[in-house]
Every structure is written in C-alpha cells, then in structure tokens.
C-alpha cells in the first residue's frame, strides 16, 4: 500500500532550488562584471601626461601655447582605458569617419635601384604664420598614405595650414613592385632621406616639421641624429609610440605580459605576407642575398626576432641579429638632435614595455630640447576620445602633434630674424 504524501510535505525543498539558481546567476554575472571592469580596466582614473622637460623659455611657452599636453586626455568611457581596446581599434579600423585627401605620387630613384615612393598633399590654406610649413612624415611598421590613421593626420594637418608628405615604406604598398632586392627596414634612413631631399629642393622656402609613428619615429629620430645637416630647415620633431632601442624590446616581444608575445606574432605574419608578396623581386634577382633556404626559415617564422635574422639584417649585410638591432635604432643617434623634439608614449602600450620608457624620460631630463609625454592610456597609435561608446574622428594624437607644431611655429616667428631656422641654416 503506497504512503500518502501529505499536502504540506512538498514544500519542503521546492523554495530553496529558485533561490539557489538566483543566486547562481547574481554569482555569474558578478563574475563577468568583475572580468569586464578588469579588462576593459575601468576603475583606472584619467589624467593629464605625465610631462618630463627642462625649465626652459621655450618649454615653459610650448606647454602654455599647447595646453592639450597639460589637459587631461579622457578616452571613450566604456573601453578606451584598455590598451589592448585602443591598440586593436587602431589596427582594424584606424580611424573613424577618415577622409581621404587628395594627394600626387613621386617617385624616388634610389643608388641600389630601388625606387622610392611618396605621396604629396597640398595645404587647404595659409599657415596662420604665413611661412611655407611642411611634414615630413614616417608611418609605422609596413605603413604607407593610404591607411586610416595617415589620412586622418594629413587631412587635419592641411586644414592648419601645411603642405603633408608622406613616405611609403619600400615594399609597403601592393601595387608597386620593387625595382631591387630590398625593402624597408626598422632604421634605414634612405628613403625618408630622399624624400625630405626632394622636399627641400622642390620648395626652397620650406620649414620643415619631421613626425614619425611607430617605427617611422625610430626613422626621423636616426635621420635627424646621423648627421647635423639632416636638422637643418628643422623646425621640429614629433615621435608617437616608438620603442627607442630593437635590441632592449627584443626580449620583452618574448613575454606574455600584456599579451606582447601574440602581438609578435600577429606582426611576424603580417611581415611575412608583404616579404612573400615581393617573394619576385627579394629572392630572384642576381644581385639577391637570399637563399632558398632563407625562405624556407620564412615560412615556419613565428616571431619578428626571427624574419629579422633570417631576412631583414641581410638587406645591409649585417652579420648578426644584435649587430642589426643595434646600428638600426635611435638610441645611439638620438641625442645629437638638437632641435625641438617631442617624444609621445603611452603606459598601456601592449606593444612597447615601461622599461624602454627610461630612454625618453632620460633624455628629456637631460637635454632642453626634449619634451617627453606619457600618457596614462592611448595603446599603441590609438588615442581615441569620446564621452561615452563612440570614439570621435580626430584623437589625442592629431591634436598634439598639430597643436605642438603650432606652437614651434609660432615661437619661430617671433625670433629676431637673424635667429630663424630658415636664415640660420643654409640650403645645400
């Protein structure tokens, strides 16, 4: 005979299983609120760049005439006090709403018999100044006028009143072939050298201001300190998110802190797509350095370090990876520039470890010409703002280095006319 179950037995368990399920999902979703605030690092306060400069006239007038350096920079509120945010964005769209400005190809015959390209944007109007103003500019790693983040700087600049030309890293662009056995590497200075060359012959009246991203900041700041004639008709130069020395960077690109051995990995594959796409003209010329089996190491490459020493170091005949990484990089250069310098890094640059930062804090405290910026979020090249979700065309970035140009051109004018960059340095 089967028990009688009675009516107020089957209360016993039924309440404490929705509870127990509530309090799963409130856990759950405590969880992911916890991981989003960590990742998206949302606790993180803004501030101003933590700016490193000698009391100096000019430094005193450039941080008064550019308050931008001084101001608080305030990144989108839901994601860009992540690094990792701000650096993807850039890689994948590069900027938001970007323009596309109208531009002329020159072309560059070089002594090896490569041809260097770069392209020429004319100014929208008069610098407030009057004086003839151009940028010289240097992207980053593979990086040519035609990406997001160029465009976006170009078209801002040109609205202020310069004349914009943009070098195309040899191999960088895919419909032009390469006429010699060679491409860019991380420090050869040639072709930003025949373009400012080019520059200075075309417009004799021309100042120039020198801006380098990235890698492109390692170039102008090896030009401007491998011989004093290269600062000459320099007003200035501005560099964004570089890493100062490959040798120091070489070891951290190993780590997985702040995911900077993925980085390297993504950098290598991308490197290994423009080798290959040139794979014609690198290894099937006679006057080649490659071997067959240097392309083979190219294939199962995972890291820059490693397509660096199989390919990269031989383009100039370097013996070794250490020898390459050290004649390559601005450190040993750097500090023979003696025109305005500004040096721009991030803290939560995935891509650049806080210990190279020791370079451009030291130098700044050292020389009167140098103004060191590091600001508390920006990631590599990003420097989005916004109030809230959606990131505004022009970032940090375009404004500072404008601003900054702005200033050094306005402090230029008001010099005693004998003391001017275009009277005191003579054109050759």
């Not at 009143?161 to 200075?189: D, K, Q, W």
């Amino acid at each position: 005979m089967s028990a009688l179950v009675e009516p107020g037995d089957v209360h016993t368990i039924a309440p404490e299983m929705p509870a127990m399920f509530d309090g799963m999902k409130l856990a759950a979703v405590a969880t992911v609120l916890y991981f989003l605030v960590r990742c998206l690092n949302l606790k993180s306060p803004t501030a101003p760049p933590d700016v490193t400069y000698r009391d100096t006239p000019l430094n005193r007038y450039l941080l008064k005439s550019c308050p931008i350096l001084t101001k608080e920079y305030e990144p989108p509120l839901l994601w860009g006090k992540s690094g990792h945010l701000q650096t993807a964005l850039y890689g994948k769209m590069g900027r938001v709403s970007s323009p596309n400005p109208c531009g002329v190809r020159k072309y560059l015959l070089m002594q090896d018999g490569a041809t260097a390209t770069f392209d020429l944007f004319e100014s929208l109007g008069d610098h407030r100044t009057g004086d003839d103003i151009t940028m010289v500019i240097c992207p980053g790693i593979g990086n040519h006028s035609e990406k997001h983040y160029i465009r976006t700087f170009v078209n801002h600049s040109q609205r202020q009143g310069y004349r914009c030309a943009v070098l195309n890293h040899l191999g960088s662009l895919p419909n032009i072939e390469l006429t010699s056995p060679r491409m860019f590497t991380y420090g050869c200075t040639w072709e930003f050298a025949a373009m400012v060359g080019s520059i200075k012959r075309a417009f004799p009246q021309t100042l120039l201001i020198v801006v380098g991203f990235s890698l492109g900041g390692n170039i102008v700041c090896k030009f401007l300190g491998e011989n004093r004639i290269n600062q000459e008709r320099v007003l200035c130069c501005v560099s964004v998110c570089q890493g100062y020395s490959a040798l120091r960077a070489q070891k951290t690109f190993l780590q997985w802190d702040q995911c900077r051995r993925l980085y390297n990995f993504l950098m290598a594959d991308n490197m290994k797509k423009i080798i290959l796409s040139h794979r014609g003209s690198l290894f099937g010329m006679n006057s080649s350095k490659m071997e067959d089996a240097d392309l083979s190491r190219l294939y199962t490459a995972t890291s820059l370090m490693q397509i660096d020493d199989n390919i990269m170091r031989k383009f100039h005949g370097h013996d070794t990876l250490k020898e390459y990484y050290e004649k390559e990089s601005c450190v040993h250069y750097i500090h023979n520039i003696n025109v305005p310098l500004l040096l721009v890094n991030s803290s939560d640059d995935p891509l650049v470890h806080r210990s190279l930062l020791t370079i451009p804090r030291t130098l700044a405290e050292k020389k009167p010409n140098v103004i060191f910026a590091l600001t508390l979020h920006g990631g590599h090249l990003g420097f989005f703002e916004g109030a809230v979700l959606f990131p505004q065309p022009l970032t940090w970035m375009d404004k500072v280095i404008v601003g900054y140009a702005n200033a050094i051109c306005r402090w230029e004018r008001h010099r005693p006319p004998c003391l001017r960059t275009h009277i005191v340095f003579k054109d050759i």
